[in-house]
């Protein structure tokens, strides 16, 4: 699909009654790219194992009886149940808006109980949840699988209590937040997290309309202004164009140290990639070239 096209449809979906749930329907009906393939939820699996895996290295604890929290849970669950399926038992998240839906959670789970075994999880789940009472699902996520959720809920102002958490991780939603909104959720997570806790954060920094439309690259939305990129940048599909320098600097305003990174390597394609585009002044007078390059991020953080 051009991504001119789906921006337009997009921003259809975000401004009209019921958009959200039109937009659900066309994913799951149309487009089908919900529930997700079996291939996509081994790769959500490994994201879930590069948080694990900084839980292990920076933080040593007994990962059964920490407590973990995530803000942005979406639709599925894919990263909470692969985090259970690891080990964790106790988890917290919380969305802005009610997006779970019990029968993309039970994809998921049906997922684990099926490839499971061959992945090496610990802990394979034994139930599917129930979809005829209600929201009764809600809290047996809780009992079953330790699993708690709610939404709508502000991650930027939780009412929690200080120090509540070990563990907080984020995977690929921060290139969906404003700005300031991160910095306000940062703050709260620095008071949210017990004094040797860690955060872990996946951050993708391309361009995701690339997802759907292979004639444009993965930098193709750094060539637009502010002002321009508003017509492409729907409250469904919003994508702040934050570059990984940013992070690290709100992480340090938030009075985080950044412990550890990883980055994929930049080569020379990359760059070509990058030179073949007419990049916006406002990021070319801001960012040096390498720092536009970088695809994506882990980023693990513990407090100052």
């Not at 920094?205 to 439309?213: A, K, L, M, R, T």
Request: one cysteine or more; a positive charge; glycine letters at 6%.
């Amino acid at each position: 699909m051009d991504w001119k096209i789906k921006a337009l449809l997009m921003g259809m979906f975000s401004y009209m009654p019921f958009g959200h749930e039109m937009h659900y329907k066309v994913q799951t009906r149309v487009s089908k790219t919900l529930p997700i393939t079996d291939g996509k939820f081994v790769e959500a699996f490994e994201h879930a194992k590069k948080h694990i895996k900084a839980f292990c290295s920076y933080h040593g604890g007994d990962i059964a009886k920490a407590s973990f929290f995530e803000f942005g849970a979406g639709r599925d669950l894919a990263i909470p149940l692969s985090l259970y399926a690891q080990g964790v038992q106790r988890q917290t998240l919380v969305d802005i808006s009610r997006l779970l839906r019990v029968e993309l959670v039970n994809a998921n789970l049906e997922k684990l109980q099926r490839l499971g075994r061959g992945m090496g999880v610990q802990s394979v789940p034994i139930k599917l949840l129930p979809t005829d009472h209600g929201n009764e699902w809600i809290s047996l996520l809780a009992d079953w699988y330790g699993i708690t959720y709610m939404a709508p809920f502000d991650a930027r102002n939780t009412g929690m209590k200080s120090g509540s958490f070990d563990f907080i991780t984020s995977t690929n939603t921060l290139e969906h937040i404003p700005p300031s909104d991160i910095l306000s959720i940062l703050k709260e997570c620095h008071r949210l997290l017990k004094s040797n806790g860690r955060i872990s954060f996946l951050i993708d920094y391309q361009d995701h309309y690339s997802y759907f439309d292979s004639r444009i690259g993965i930098y193709n939305f750094l060539q637009y202004s502010a002002l321009r990129w508003k017509v492409f940048n729907p409250p469904l599909h919003y994508q702040n164009r934050l570059r990984h320098s940013d992070y690290r600097e709100m992480g340090r305003e938030c009075k985080f140290d950044l412990e550890a990174e990883e980055l994929p390597t930049l080569n020379s394609t990359v760059f070509r990639d990058i030179d073949s585009l007419q990049i916006h002044p406002s990021f070319v007078n801001r960012y040096e070239r390498d720092q536009l390059a970088v695809q994506r991020s882990h980023m693990v953080f513990c407090k100052l």
